[in-house]
């Protein structure tokens, strides 16, 4: 196999972002705690897109001109859009995820605290509405990710705190 790896970039995308990237180009967000990375891609056209959500809904915001890359409801719209644009086909997207950790342990069983798993939903509700399959998923837990995603590949690589790392 030729090593190609010399035009490879790596594309980072932070906390409350998003972006989209073709192959060869390498999509990646690290300090994914409660926070969700989706990744929605087209297989065939190796186009994908990431995003880094860190809350569930929009509604949570009390300003009129929010970061809309932040919430799970309007992040993944803005990221389907951005995936066509590009020349991802709507019919072929498919996505996965990783995150939604549990990172604090509370004793109240308050829904508040639960940010990891409702960010967890909120996601899946999203793709479910745009009818966008989950092909694999990595979420849940105590432990934060780091995660990067290959167009060429379509394998999502998912490093955690002292963990090996696994692909999905």
């Known amino acids: 196999m030729a090593m190609k790896n010399e035009s ?3 594309i980072k995308v932070g906390i409350a972002d998003l972006n989209v990237v073709k192959a060869p ?7 994914l705690g409660s926070c969700v990375g989706v990744v929605i891609y087209d297989a065939t056209k190796e186009i994908a897109g990431m ?8 509604k949570l915001a009390k300003q009129t001109n929010f970061n809309k890359y932040k919430y799970a409801d309007t992040a993944i719209p803005v990221l389907i859009e951005k ?3 590009m020349g991802a086909r709507k019919f072929a997207l498919q996505a ?6 549990q990172m604090f ?27 966008i399959p989950i092909i694999s998923s990595d979420t849940g837990g105590h432990i934060g990710r780091t995660i990067e995603f ?4 379509c394998k999502l690589k998912i490093r955690k705190v002292n963990k090996e790392e696994i692909y999905i």
């Open 150 to 153: 290959d167009p060429e590949t």
């Open 96 to 101: 996965k995820m990783a995150g939604g950790a």
């Open 8 to 10: 490879k970039k790596i």
């Open 51 to 58: 995003s880094h959500v860190l809350l569930p809904d929009s």
């Open 83 to 85: 995936l066509i644009k």
């Open 25 to 31: 180009d390498i999509i990646r967000t690290s300090g």
């Open 105 to 131: 342990q509370f004793s109240s069983g308050s829904d508040i605290m639960r940010i990891g798993p409702r960010n967890v939903e909120a996601v899946e509700r999203k793709l479910q509405e745009y009818r």
